[in-house]
């Protein structure tokens, strides 16, 4: 199966600051990597997928970059909405693996 | 537009079973895969399985075979989850998510709100 680790687990943040959150595969996943945000009792909402293509509607602020092992996502000018749980994911191979989340709280 | 809607909490008694089920609407439930993920409380998420909407073939993660069955209905547009013989660590909040696919299969776009099971005696 493939791992994936975040980091950090844990940051906390300003409104207007630029966040940037990695998740690191533990082996080459072609781009397959999308990334999600969720909100305390919602159901996670995908912001990115193969790594850097932005879901519609999601504001400009997010972007991925990243391929083969490792990736990024950095919101720019962190917004009061922004603070939540974000978690990578790799489409890469079957089983479907998470990243074990990193949580973006008010400083 | 596109919704999938899960059914109501649910509180099971140990040894019971429970069936979850996920309408969707908006779209033909055929065209695209569905996957069920778990979220225990205060965890993180852990992907289940998915199944094949077209044939309703299941195909099933590791830690989720033997008490965990995914099925169709689809002249009524929704998917199920049931699990038997319900545990203490099966209390988790289930969703069910459509996987997007375009030239390939790229990310889940669309979630169900979730449903929380509780087991307890």
């Known amino acids: 199966d493939i791992q994936l680790t975040q980091s950090p687990s844990f940051l906390s943040a300003s409104v207007g600051d630029r966040v940037t959150i990695t998740c690191r595969a533990s082996?080459?996943?072609?781009?397959?990597l999308a990334w999600y945000q969720q909100k305390p009792g919602k159901a996670p909402k995908l912001l990115i997928y193969?790594?850097?293509t932005l879901q519609s509607g999601v504001p400009s602020r997010f972007s991925g970059s990243g391929s083969g092992t490792e990736f990024t996502l950095t919101i720019n000018s962190l917004q009061p909405e922004d603070f939540a749980t974000y978690y990578c994911?790799?489409?890469?191979?079957?089983?479907?693996?998470f990243g074990q989340g990193t949580k973006v709280d008010i400083k | 537009q596109i919704q999938l809607v899960q059914s109501g909490s649910e509180l099971k008694k140990p040894g019971a079973s429970v069936k979850v089920s996920c309408k969707a609407s908006?779209?033909?439930?055929?065209?695209?895969?569905m996957n069920w993920v778990r979220q225990a409380p205060g965890q993180g998420l852990e992907w289940m399985g998915w199944?094949?909407?077209?044939?309703?073939?299941?195909t099933y993660a590791q830690n989720f075979t033997g008490r965990f069955v995914f099925s169709l209905d689809t002249s009524v547009s929704t998917a199920y989850l049931q699990i038997s013989s319900l545990e203490a660590e099966d209390s988790a909040t289930y969703f069910c998510?459509?996987?997007?696919?375009?030239?390939?299969?790229?990310?889940?776009?669309?979630w169900g709100q979730g449903t929380l099971v509780t087991v307890s005696s």
């Open positions: 998510a459509r996987t997007y696919c375009g030239a390939d299969c790229y990310a889940f776009d669309y």
């Open positions: 908006g779209y033909t439930l055929t065209t695209y895969a």
């Open positions: 199944i094949n909407t077209n044939t309703g073939n299941p």
């Open positions: 082996q080459g996943l072609n781009s397959y």
């Open positions: 193969t790594a850097s």
């Open positions: 994911q790799q489409v890469n191979s079957y089983p479907r693996t």
